[in-house]
């Protein structure tokens, strides 16, 4: 017992040495606490004691070498901790290493929920993107590490003044196998393959005025998307053009289909009328027959030049069924002309009209507009479709439908600009 509570001179050499190791890791723990501490701003108070509990410390710990170097000194001396039982100081140092490594693990957890100087530079290194802030000097107030390595690639150094960056990035970069890809943004290819957008702001807060902020963007997948969209465009394109020759075609061969059925019907009809009239001369019936049988047989000829209707009833139904088929709706104004001949080459026009619309103009409507009073019939024909080309000029169809038009007396106008007007003019038959 009397053993038990000897002093920390009289006790064994190991246990001073236990005794010490653990007074050395008591010390490195309340280094760390009060630099943990310090770091965080924990509190004026909470500082003072660590410090205070680092210092006592550290006074234990002299005093325990002092004594621990005295013992093995053959001459005399008077000991420190001489009435201080070993087995006490023991126990209080376990105590004090447990208690700090506690608060060690309790500062922890207080450090990662609250903000601090340290967590801030920490969460601005972590982003993705750089991040640069500085004053009107152009010294750097904040720079993350992204934004370092995007100024060395750009100057060549790391990122020391504002100024440098900004000329480099506004001007023509200092170093090779970096392209600027847009001399409007500030849009940059890097020798790695990925493509950053710089971007500046002028500070607006009040206490903040004067200081700038810079953020370098990656948009290297927004970049190689937009490629791949323009890419697949021009592929798009070619493929229209290629559908619009096909549709050319096929509108070609539906009108040769057409043309072939109407003059096989205009052929029986024509062969009808010729076999009536022969009839009429053989028999020597009245002149109004013959002139009935005449006007049919002309009706006849220009159906073979312009339509395959037999009235004007079924003329319309057939020119608005073609209009359909090319995805086209015809909007009237008025009525068609009593005269036959005017209302074949009114029909004539509309379906002319219809195709270059569809085929030229890529619309969906063609507007008619006819109007008579005592000098004839006024015709307008427009549709809502792309204004034709510059110096677009009449092609075979229009030019065919001016000839017949004028072979009656009439007169044809088209006008191109600033959008396609064509213009009919019939006169009244005596």
Same mark, same amino acid.
Do not use: H
């Given at each position: 017992m009397v053993y038990s509570m000897s002093g920390f001179i009289k006790d064994t050499m190991k246990l001073q040495n236990l005794l010490m190791i653990l007074m050395e890791i008591c010390l490195i723990l309340e280094f760390i606490l009060l630099f943990s501490?310090?770091?965080?701003? %924990?509190? $004026? !108070? $909470?500082?003072?004691?660590? *410090?205070?509990g680092l210092f006592a410390s550290y006074l234990f710990m002299v005093g325990l070498l002092s004594d621990h170097q005295r013992r093995q000194d053959t001459h005399s001396y008077k000991p420190i901790l001489y009435s201080l039982p070993i087995y006490a100081l023991v126990i209080s140092v376990i105590l004090l290493t447990v208690y700090l490594i506690l608060a060690i693990r309790r500062e922890r957890k207080e450090c990662n929920n609250t903000l601090? +100087? !340290? *967590?801030?530079?920490? %969460?601005?290194?972590?982003?993705?993107?750089?991040?640069?802030?500085?004053? %009107?000097?152009?010294?750097?107030?904040? *720079?993350? &590490? $992204?934004?370092?390595?995007?100024?060395?690639?750009?100057?060549?150094?790391?990122?020391?003044?504002?100024?440098?960056?900004?000329? %480099?990035?506004? *001007?023509?970069? &200092?170093?090779?196998?970096?392209? $600027?890809?847009?001399?409007?943004?500030?849009?940059?290819?890097? +020798?790695d393959g990925s493509v950053w957008l710089f971007q500046e702001y002028q500070l607006k807060e009040p206490d903040l005025k004067g200081y700038v902020q810079t953020v370098a963007i990656n948009v290297s997948e927004l970049y190689y998307n937009n490629e791949k969209i323009k890419s697949n465009n021009e592929k798009l394109e070619q493929l229209n053009r290629k559908l619009e020759e096909m549709y050319e075609k096929i509108g070609d061969e539906i009108r040769e289909q057409e043309t072939l059925a109407m003059k096989i019907k205009v052929h029986d009809n024509f062969g009808r009328s010729l076999l009536s009239i022969r009839r009429i001369l053989e028999k020597k019936e009245e002149p109004d027959n013959m002139r009935a049988q005449l006007e049919t047989l002309k009706q006849q000829v220009y159906i073979l030049t312009s339509s395959t209707a037999n009235n004007k009833e079924d003329q319309y139904e057939d020119t608005e069924k073609h209009a359909r088929e090319l995805g086209i709706s015809i909007q009237i104004q008025g009525n068609y002309p009593d005269d036959l001949i005017y209302g074949w080459l009114t029909d004539r026009a509309l379906r002319e009209c219809v195709t270059n619309c569809a085929r030229h103009a890529h619309g969906t409507a063609v507007y008619v507009e006819i109007k008579r009073n005592m000098d004839g019939y006024q015709i307008q024909i427009t549709n809502d479709g792309e204004p034709p080309l510059k110096n677009a000029k009449e092609g075979g169809g229009l030019s065919a439908l001016r000839k017949a038009v004028e072979a009656e007396h009439g007169t044809m106008k088209t006008f191109f600009e600033p959008a396609f007007y064509l213009f009919l003019n019939f006169p009244l038959k005596r």
């Open positions: 501490r310090i770091m965080r701003s %924990a509190g $004026k !108070w $909470k500082i003072v004691g660590s *410090s205070v601090s +100087p !340290w *967590s801030v530079y920490e %969460a601005v290194n972590n982003v993705p993107c750089g991040v640069c802030f500085s004053d %009107a000097l152009g010294r750097i107030i904040l *720079s993350n &590490v $992204k934004m370092q390595e995007l100024c060395r690639i750009l100057t060549g150094n790391y990122l020391q003044n504002f100024e440098i960056l900004r000329n %480099a990035i506004n *001007s023509e970069p &200092v170093q090779k196998n970096i392209v $600027k890809l847009n001399s409007d943004s500030n849009v940059f290819y890097l +020798p």
